[in-house]
């Protein structure tokens, strides 16, 4: 199986890449994008131990952050020992069940060592 | 045969034949009050009880009645000597005597393991209960129990204890509280989460607050209003 | 354009948990209003609910609340903008006013959270967040605010003890009050500087503390708006004019802010909210600003442009912020101490305003007779944001 990677959508106008996705570009308002495959790999912006998750997820702490992945952000969890984390550490993302919505199990983003 | 008083009162208790008290400890609260943490003898517990005649009446209220009833029944079999090693400790205002918060147990259900009673906060909001719920676990590790047994009567008492505490199940023990599910306080985790993470308190306490307190069991003018955020009169008019 | 002045504002009973319905609680505010306007002649009214749909299972709020208080002929409708709704009902009561369409407009806002156990609640706001890019990741806003606090602690040297600073500042003000969910006095040594601050102040998203967000809470507030000609007619209140309304947007997601301890929309709101009021920042003399978490009372100070950038803490320090400081913020207690039913907030800032411009604040009153005020409600986060400006004629 293929490991899934970070998306980003690329304007076919302008050349500027998106995440999440947009019906118009956010420079030049046009409205054909390409799914344009991104480094797995980035830097820790910020981040947070949650100690209050919300439904859905089942565990009393939940790291999340937000990781620059060089031409976008991307906002997720992370897999890691909350004395591990830091601020701009490199982290690799990896394709996991994040979150139980309306009773379906939902598949995300989380980022962990690489 | 006549029943003297001699035949109804319980054994001495063994693990604490001296009868030695709780050490006070004085605890910071939010708002910058330094709450005494003490035990109380009979005649103290005497002027504690009268707040207990309305907290009974709190029904559909976080089920203070109930855990009310129960500590109003606990408290007068302990000032009459009709229950085995209880003790009870009292969270005090240091500077006025007002009482925050109480809570009771019992020693031995055998020497190694107690029985937790009950918690009880007269002031909401400043986390009162959590700091007492401990010390009174203090108080039965410092005179030798291995382990606590605990259930709880109200879902904010569960996350209190059992998830903040991470008490473990043990469901095959019959708690004298009745048939509620029971947990339990290991001197395992005590010593390895609960001492480090959750136990505060500084002593010894300041002779001048002891003394405030010791004076003056200073009873909350509207307890209801404390705890419910409505005046007597409202609560129970409405 | 006609001028729109604010002739009524009212809040009900003190915020916390309300035991009626939804629409009792919306209706002791606007009777309130009314009676402070002394005038129930309304022709249309704006309701400002961010979730009584989902939590409440009540939708159309405006119908509802007119046929409570039987205010027909009066029209209405409800406005949704997540926590921005309050300001934005008013902004559109202010337009519908201003453009001659109605005379007189009144705008209540109200929310009944307490009716959830806490990450049902926290949920519910959750979905303000981007559905994929965020909320299926249990993104919630205390989590957002957070992640926020720790750029700026890491850019400015923002430290916990001053977000604990402004906690005690808005605890300080919620104790004088009346209408405050929170009536609590905290000190920095039990909330922050203890060892049993742990137990007291636990973190709920590190870096920050319970004391360091708003709580959850039931609310409602109103106010009643007219022309300025029909005002100057009925009203024997000091005259209050809706001088500058203002709003900015940004992303949805945080993560695509280039800068995110820039709050642009709050910028752009402001800068809107100044022109048309012809006033500069130093013409103000005090603030309302949307403290659901402590770090947004530094970051919107500085990007509304009353601060430098990374500057707000130093005048905390410095007391400046304080009601008798040289720039009161939140003399209310704020979202911090008032309570922040999400709905609500808006139109309760704006409440705080009247009163304190026409010097009717009580305990809390700011000094020497203020003249211009400035509110900040931020929805979603920071992703639409409404100033509204407001000056004694
Ligand atoms: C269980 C108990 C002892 C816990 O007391 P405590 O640690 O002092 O708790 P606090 O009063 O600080 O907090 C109580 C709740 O009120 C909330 N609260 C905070 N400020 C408040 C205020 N001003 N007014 C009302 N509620 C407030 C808190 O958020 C907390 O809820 P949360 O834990 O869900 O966040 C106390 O709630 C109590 O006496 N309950 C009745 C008896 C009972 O249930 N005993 C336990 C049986 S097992
Ligand atoms: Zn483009």
Same mark, same amino acid.
């Given at each position: 199986?293929?490991?899934?990677?970070?998306?980003?959508?690329?304007?076919?106008?302008?050349?500027?890449?998106?995440?999440?996705?947009?019906?118009? !570009?956010?420079? !030049?308002?046009?409205?054909?994008?390409?799914?344009?495959?991104?480094?797995?790999?980035?830097?820790?912006?910020?981040?947070?131990? #949650?100690?209050?998750?919300?439904?859905?997820?089942?565990?009393?702490?939940?790291?999340?952050?937000?990781?620059?992945?060089?031409?976008?952000?991307?906002?997720?969890? #992370?897999?890691?020992?909350?004395?591990?984390?830091?601020?701009?550490?490199?982290?690799?993302?990896?394709?996991?069940?994040?979150?139980?919505?309306?009773?379906?199990?939902?598949?995300?983003?989380?980022?962990?060592?690489? | 045969?006549?029943?003297?008083?001699?035949?109804?009162?319980?054994?001495?208790?063994?693990?604490?034949?001296?009868?030695?008290?709780?050490?006070?400890?004085?605890?910071?609260?939010?708002?910058?009050?330094?709450?005494?943490?003490?035990?109380?003898?009979?005649?103290?517990?005497?002027?504690?009880?009268?707040?207990?005649?309305?907290?009974?009446? $709190?029904?559909? +209220?976080?089920?203070?009645?109930?855990?009310?009833?129960?500590? $109003?029944?606990?408290?007068?079999?302990?000032?009459?000597?009709?229950?085995?090693?209880?003790?009870?400790?009292?969270?005090?205002?240091?500077?006025?005597?007002?009482?925050?918060?109480?809570?009771?147990?019992?020693?031995?259900?055998?020497?190694?393991?107690?029985?937790?009673?009950?918690?009880?906060?007269?002031?909401?909001?400043?986390?009162?209960?959590?700091?007492?719920?401990?010390?009174?676990?203090?108080?039965?590790? $410092?005179?030798?129990?291995?382990?606590?047994?605990?259930?709880?009567?109200?879902?904010?008492?569960?996350?209190?204890?059992?998830?903040?505490?991470?008490?473990?199940?043990?469901?095959?023990?019959?708690?004298?509280?009745?048939?509620?599910?029971?947990?339990?306080?290991?001197?395992?985790?005590?010593?390895?989460?609960?001492?480090?993470?959750?136990?505060?308190?500084?002593?010894?306490?300041?002779?001048?607050?002891?003394?405030?307190?010791?004076?003056?069991?200073?009873?909350?003018?509207?307890?209801?209003?404390?705890?419910?955020?409505?005046?007597?009169?409202?609560? +129970?008019?409405? | 354009?006609?001028?729109?002045?604010?002739?009524?504002?009212?809040?009900?009973?003190?915020?916390?948990?309300?035991?009626?319905?939804?629409?009792? &609680?919306?209706?002791?505010?606007?009777?309130?209003?009314?009676?402070? *306007?002394?005038?129930?002649?309304?022709?249309?009214?704006?309701?400002? %609910? &961010?979730? *009584?749909?989902?939590?409440?299972?009540?939708?159309?709020?405006?119908?509802?609340?007119?046929?409570? @208080?039987?205010?027909?002929? *009066?029209?209405?409708?409800?406005?949704?903008?997540?926590?921005?709704?309050?300001?934005?009902?008013?902004?559109?009561?202010?337009?519908?006013?201003?453009?001659?369409?109605?005379?007189? =407009?009144?705008?209540?806002?109200?929310?009944?959270?307490? =009716?959830?156990?806490?990450?049902?609640?926290?949920?519910?706001? *959750?979905? &303000?967040?981007?559905?994929?890019?965020?909320?299926?990741?249990?993104?919630?806003?205390?989590?957002?605010?957070?992640?926020?606090?720790?750029?700026?602690?890491?850019?400015?040297? =923002?430290?916990?003890?001053?977000?604990?600073?402004? /906690?005690?500042?808005?605890?300080?003000?919620?104790?004088?009050?009346?209408?405050?969910?929170?009536?609590?006095?905290?000190?920095?040594?039990?909330?922050?500087?203890?060892?049993?601050?742990?137990? %007291?102040?636990?973190?709920?998203?590190?870096?920050?503390? @319970?004391?360091?967000?708003?709580?959850?809470?039931?609310?409602?507030?109103?106010?009643?708006?007219?022309?300025?000609?029909?005002?100057?007619?009925?009203?024997?209140?000091?005259?209050?004019?809706?001088?500058?309304?203002?709003?900015? &947007?940004?992303?949805?997601?945080?993560?695509?802010?280039?800068?995110?301890?820039?709050?642009?929309?709050?910028?752009?709101?402001?800068?809107?909210?100044?022109?048309?009021?012809?006033?500069?920042?130093?013409?103000?003399?005090?603030?309302?600003?949307?403290?659901?978490?402590?770090?947004?009372?530094? /970051?919107?100070?500085?990007?509304?442009?009353?601060?430098?950038?990374?500057? /707000?803490?130093?005048?905390?320090?410095?007391?400046?912020?304080?009601?008798?400081?040289?720039?009161? =913020?939140?003399?209310?207690?704020?979202?911090?101490?008032?309570?922040?039913?999400?709905?609500?907030?808006?139109?309760?800032?704006?409440?705080? @305003?009247?009163?304190?411009?026409?010097?009717?604040?009580?305990?809390?009153?700011?000094?020497?007779?203020?003249?211009?005020?400035?509110?900040?409600?931020?929805?979603?986060?920071?992703?639409?944001?409404?100033?509204?400006?407001?000056?004694?004629?």
């Amino acid at each position: 199986m293929v490991e899934k990677v970070p998306i980003g959508y690329k304007c076919l106008n302008c050349g500027e890449v998106h995440y999440p996705k947009h019906g118009r !570009c956010l420079q !030049c308002k046009h409205r054909d994008f390409e799914e344009v495959e991104l480094p797995s790999e980035g830097s820790l912006v910020t981040y947070t131990i #949650l100690k209050a998750p919300p439904t859905g997820i089942d565990k009393s702490s939940l790291i999340l952050g937000i990781i620059d992945l060089g031409e976008v952000r991307y906002t997720g969890q #992370l897999e890691l020992e909350p004395e591990d984390v830091q601020l701009g550490m490199k982290l690799k993302a990896v394709w996991r069940k994040v979150r139980v919505i309306d009773g379906k199990s939902v598949s995300g983003f989380v980022w962990t060592h690489p | 045969m006549s029943v003297d008083e001699e035949m109804l009162r319980p054994p001495q208790n063994k693990i604490n034949p001296e009868n030695t008290p709780y050490p006070s400890k004085f605890i910071n609260l939010a708002d910058g009050t330094k709450m005494v943490v003490r035990q109380i003898n009979r005649d103290e517990v005497k002027q504690v009880i009268p707040l207990f005649y309305d907290i009974v009446k $709190l029904t559909d +209220f976080q089920y203070y009645d109930i855990v009310g009833a129960r500590i $109003l029944g606990e408290l007068l079999a302990y000032i009459n000597y009709r229950v085995h090693d209880e003790y009870v400790i009292l969270g005090q205002d240091g500077n006025t005597g007002e009482v925050l918060g109480l809570v009771n147990s019992r020693l031995t259900v055998n020497p190694k393991v107690g029985i937790s009673l009950h918690t009880m906060t007269f002031k909401r909001g400043l986390r009162v209960g959590a700091h007492l719920f401990v010390a009174k676990m203090e108080n039965h590790f $410092l005179l030798g129990n291995e382990e606590v047994y605990i259930v709880a009567e109200s879902p904010i008492g569960f996350r209190r204890w059992m998830e903040e505490l991470r008490l473990e199940p043990r469901p095959e023990v019959e708690h004298e509280l009745g048939g509620v599910p029971s947990y339990c306080l290991t001197k395992e985790n005590w010593e390895g989460y609960v001492v480090p993470e959750r136990l505060f308190g500084e002593r010894p306490v300041p002779e001048e607050l002891l003394g405030n307190c010791n004076s003056n069991i200073l009873l909350p003018e509207d307890v209801v209003f404390q705890i419910t955020r409505k005046t007597k009169e409202e609560w +129970f008019n409405a | 354009m006609r001028d729109v002045a604010i002739i009524g504002v009212g809040m009900g009973r003190r915020w916390g948990r309300y035991e009626g319905s939804l629409i009792e &609680m919306m209706a002791e505010a606007s009777l309130d209003a009314i009676e402070d *306007a002394d005038t129930d002649q309304i022709d249309a009214l704006f309701v400002a %609910n &961010m979730g *009584a749909g989902r939590i409440n299972n009540q939708t159309a709020l405006g119908s509802a609340l007119i046929d409570y @208080l039987n205010l027909f002929p *009066a029209v209405g409708a409800s406005i949704e903008n997540g926590p921005a709704s309050g300001g934005t009902a008013a902004r559109i009561g202010y337009m519908a006013i201003a453009s001659g369409i109605h005379d007189c =407009v009144m705008v209540t806002g109200g929310e009944k959270m307490r =009716v959830a156990p806490g990450p049902v609640v926290t949920d519910f706001i *959750a979905t &303000m967040s981007h559905p994929q890019a965020e909320y299926i990741y249990g993104i919630t806003f205390p989590a957002l605010g957070a992640m926020l606090a720790r750029i700026y602690f890491n850019k400015y040297g =923002v430290t916990s003890e001053d977000l604990a600073r402004i /906690a005690i500042k808005n605890h300080t003000n919620g104790l004088k009050n009346p209408h405050a969910h929170i009536q609590q006095k905290i000190t920095m040594e039990g909330i922050l500087t203890s060892r049993e601050a742990k137990i %007291n102040n636990p973190i709920i998203a590190d870096p920050l503390h @319970l004391y360091d967000m708003c709580p959850v809470t039931d609310g409602a507030a109103s106010i009643i708006m007219c022309s300025m000609e029909k005002a100057q007619e009925i009203s024997e209140k000091p005259l209050i004019r809706l001088a500058g309304t203002g709003q900015g &947007m940004d992303t949805m997601a945080v993560h695509e802010r280039e800068d995110p301890t820039f709050l642009k929309a709050v910028t752009h709101a402001s800068d809107q909210a100044f022109s048309m009021a012809e006033l500069k920042r130093e013409n103000i003399d005090f603030a309302e600003v949307h403290n659901a978490f402590e770090i947004l009372e530094l /970051a919107e100070l500085e990007s509304a442009g009353f601060f430098e950038r990374g500057k /707000a803490h130093l005048a905390v320090r410095n007391g400046e912020t304080e009601i008798f400081g040289r720039f009161p =913020v939140n003399p209310s207690g704020g979202l911090k101490a008032r309570g922040h039913p999400v709905g609500a907030t808006g139109v309760a800032q704006l409440c705080e @305003l009247v009163w304190q411009l026409r010097g009717e604040a009580g305990e809390r009153q700011i000094p020497n007779n203020p003249k211009h005020a400035y509110a900040v409600n931020f929805g979603g986060f920071g992703n639409n944001v409404v100033v509204t400006i407001l000056s004694r004629v």
